[in-house]
């Protein structure tokens, strides 16, 4: 679904649902012809504690490597943001990924919804 929206100049804005399960790490948008991907809205949420790092391509936009999010049951991350103020604003090469770390062997189910537009 996409949404149009002013803000200075017209942007498409793209609503995506977010879900992982087994896997470990997901992606959720490839930029095209070279553009970045800016996120203005990002919400997760998880079914037990577990812990996840935003990353635009090899690049993790929650700081440095070691830095990642941390999930509870009952709560969840929202970042929000505009079209003039992104949450985040992703490589020109690099391809948007959630990567999720489950440890003790007990795999989480993360849900959750990103909005994003990509623009040069």
Do not use: M
């Not at 991907?37 to 929650?62: C, D, P």
């Not at 929000?80 to 090469?93: A, E, K, M, Q």
């Amino acid at each position: 679904t996409a949404n149009s929206l002013t803000a200075g100049t017209t942007k498409t804005l793209v609503s995506l649902p977010v879900g992982l399960g087994n896997n470990s790490l997901l992606t959720l948008v490839v930029p095209t012809n070279a553009q970045r991907i800016k996120v203005t809205n990002l919400i997760l949420s998880s079914n037990i504690t577990t812990e996840v790092a935003i990353r635009s391509g090899v690049t993790y936009l929650t700081g440095n490597a070691s830095l990642g999010i941390t999930l509870f049951p009952g709560g969840g991350f929202v970042n929000p943001g505009s079209p003039d103020s992104p949450s985040w604003i992703g490589l020109p090469s690099g391809s948007l990924n959630i990567e999720k770390r489950d440890v003790g062997g007990t795999v989480s189910k993360i849900g959750g919804q990103v909005i994003y537009f990509d623009e040069t």
